[in-house]
């Protein structure tokens, strides 16, 4: 099981891949996971989710970017997004990476750009959520954060429960009392900066989850773990804490019945929805993760064949 996460997780980096993937469209099952490359087709599954009382955050694929032009053009496109959601009247958010705004390039550049985005989303009252990458960008993205958040309501980051550093950062990041997202990490780390074992991941996702509750901030629980969602409906009853106060995520394409289940018991669930072109990546980290989702696609294009 590890080989094969290995395996998937190397095939999400590959270049080759990537250009092999968008050259041949959304095939092999990705549809699954990604709502489409356009934002027209976005807007439908988002509007399809929205009936049935989910809400949604979305985001516009794309990995690799080097150069200030790529990073420009992915502004462009989150732009659209939000003025989607705001023309639509969408029940939805807007998530992005750091990467691809440009963090990798300059710090000048990423600041810019982030910032043409928050006055677009203030405009339109989007919230928009920074993903959290693999540990190198951690800090970075982090610093980052602090300096919008000092100036911006509608900005949101994400803490991964497999670093060791997240119990720090998380009572660090409070001074903000920012609006986090809550996961549990999908990326490959080593043990010097993660935690190797899952029970040690998912304690310390059950112990960040009730510090930020606790310290009476915003949260969002981002899982489709049912041992996690238990925990945390147990813990906010204990603790008298408003549903207004929190919010489940999961990922588009995944455990869909037990999205409207949590929705139909009166919790906020919010739906992660990519689309674009440069699905690749995150169709492969997708399959990383779960081999019953390997299988699944496997049988559809068998029975395609
Ligand atoms: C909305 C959202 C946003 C995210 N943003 C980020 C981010 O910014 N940075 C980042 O590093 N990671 C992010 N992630 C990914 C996250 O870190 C995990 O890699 C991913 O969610 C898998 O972990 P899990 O908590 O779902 O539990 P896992 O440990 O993968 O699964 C636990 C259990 O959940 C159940 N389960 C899982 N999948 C299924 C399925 N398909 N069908 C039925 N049962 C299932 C099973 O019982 C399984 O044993 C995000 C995840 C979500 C949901």
């Given at each position: 099981m590890q080989v094969m996460r290995d395996f998937f997780l190397y095939l999400s980096k590959n270049k080759m891949m990537t250009k092999m993937a968008k050259k041949y469209g959304l095939r092999f099952g990705a549809s699954r996971f990604v709502a489409g490359e356009s934002i027209e087709q976005a807007v439908e599954v988002i509007k399809n989710l929205?009936?049935?009382?989910?809400?949604v955050t979305i985001d516009y694929l794309g990995e690799f970017i080097d150069n200030e032009a790529e990073a420009k053009k992915m502004v462009d496109h989150c732009i659209e997004a939000i003025q989607a959601i705001g023309g639509e009247q969408l029940d939805a958010?807007?998530?992005?990476?750091?990467?691809?705004?440009g963090l990798d390039l300059s710090e000048g550049i990423v600041l810019n750009n982030m910032m043409r985005i928050l006055k677009?989303?203030?405009?339109?009252?989007?919230?928009?959520?920074?993903?959290?990458?693999?540990?190198?960008?951690?800090?970075q993205t982090l610093t980052l954060f602090k300096k919008l958040r000092a100036k911006h309501q509608h900005i949101g980051t994400v803490l991964q429960a497999?670093?060791?550093?997240?119990?720090?950062?998380?009572e660090e990041l409070n001074l903000y009392k920012p609006n986090l997202r809550l996961v549990k990490?999908?990326?490959?780390?080593?043990?010097?900066?993660?935690?190797?074992?899952?029970?040690?991941?998912?304690?310390?996702?059950k112990r960040i989850i009730k510090t930020h509750l606790l310290n009476g901030n915003y949260t969002a629980i981002a899982t489709h773990d049912d041992a996690i969602i238990d925990y945390t409906k147990q813990l906010v009853k204990e603790y008298r804490i408003e549903n207004d106060q929190?919010?489940?995520?999961?990922?588009?394409?995944?455990?869909?019945?037990?999205?409207?289940?949590?929705?139909?018991?009166?919790?906020?669930?919010?739906?992660?929805?990519?689309?674009?072109?440069?699905?690749?990546?995150?169709?492969?980290?997708?399959?990383?993760?779960?081999?019953?989702?390997?299988?699944f696609i496997l049988k559809g294009i068998m029975k395609k064949g």
């Open positions: 929205n009936r049935q009382g989910l809400c958010q807007l998530s992005l990476k750091a990467t691809s705004m677009s989303a203030e405009e339109h009252h989007v919230f928009v959520t920074i993903d959290m990458e693999d540990y190198t960008r951690c800090h497999y670093l060791y550093r997240s119990k720090n950062d998380i990490g999908a990326y490959k780390e080593s043990s010097e900066v993660a935690f190797p074992k899952k029970s040690d991941v998912d304690a310390n996702f929190f919010e489940f995520q999961m990922l588009y394409g995944i455990r869909h019945e037990r999205q409207v289940e949590l929705v139909n018991e009166g919790y906020k669930m919010r739906v992660y929805v990519p689309y674009g072109t440069d699905w690749y990546g995150y169709f492969m980290r997708r399959l990383a993760e779960r081999p019953a989702n390997v299988a």
